[in-house]
């Protein structure tokens, strides 16, 4: 009787720690989540005359998916955006986040180029307005210019198959 | 995995080329309140380092933002909302008092209460048994030993 309350005390500490080591501190939740998405008012990489704005995007869901050609990890998602890219669903736009703009091409060359419109964020700032803090992050974004969910890290094909894919065919039934 | 491990490599590597940048600021305040600011913000890349400690190339962003709201007249409270409405609260080293927080707030203070109560209550309990322990006999040994004392 009288260990019963340590050894309460020390299972209630196990769970705690328990659920403290199955969460990842690196996956900050966005404030952004169902806000209004920031300004993404770029040049596009393969045309620096051209621009890209969110006013362009109204109206159907979109993908902003944030990459960097000296970004290791994009390399492992990148294969799934090229197969998701042929589907033809949704605008896929890329933001080419602190890049060298050969390099970004280069990259684009070697590995396959799925996206419709890619912006070309040579400073950064964009990133900061986006709460970019690790490449690669995938944001998925309402008609209504709503950003509705964010992926930090690469793409699983499993989080592509599994969130991703069926969010924005509820995004798509919706609109 | 991989990324993991670059991060990693990357937050130990940083330090042996890069140090802080130097700034030139209009005026000793905003020079204080520069280094104050970025004092407070944590760098998400390396998540344990501010942004004043952290040399990774996100926090040297944000280093720079700072120094351009402050230089453009920007309150410490708006830099901080600035950063907040982007990363999230937890860019802040120093959370608010809020509905979220209010555990992380509160519990130092129950945990302060109910140490108080058990210390209470177990001195209070270790008072009551000396008392009872000591018997009649012991007390009067030494009484007996305090008078031989007094007499020599």
Known sequence: ?175 | MRSIIFTIIFCIMQPLQAAIESRVFENPVYESRYYQMIDKLRCLVCQNQNLADSNSELARDLRDKTYELIAGGATNNEISEFMVTRYGQFVLYEPPVNRHTLILWGAPVVFAIIGIFVFVRVSRKSKNTTLLTVDANHVAQARDLLKDKSNN
């Open chain 1, 1 to 175: 009787m009288r260990y019963l309350l340590p050894l309460g005390l020390f299972v209630a500490l196990a769970v705690f720690l328990g659920i403290g080591l199955k969460l990842d501190p690196r996956e900050v939740p966005s404030p952004f989540i169902d806000k209004p998405a920031p300004a993404l008012e770029l040049p596009t990489l393969f045309d620096n005359s051209k621009t890209i704005s969110n006013s362009d995007l109204k109206g159907k869901p979109w993908i902003l998916n944030v990459w960097a050609s000296w970004c290791v990890a994009c390399r492992q998602e990148h294969q799934i955006f090229v197969s998701y890219s042929r589907s033809k669903r949704v605008p896929l736009i890329g933001l080419n986040y602190k890049d060298a703009a050969n390099d970004a091409k280069a990259w684009l060359q070697e590995l396959g180029n799925p996206y419709d419109i890619i912006a070309f964020d040579l400073q950064g700032s964009t990133g900061i307005e986006w709460g970019v803090y690790g490449v690669p992050e995938t944001f998925v974004i309402d008609a209504e210019g709503i950003v509705r969910y964010k992926h930090i890290g690469p793409v699983s094909s499993s989080t592509m198959k599994n969130t991703i894919i069926p969010l924005l065919q509820s995004l798509q039934s919706n609109g």
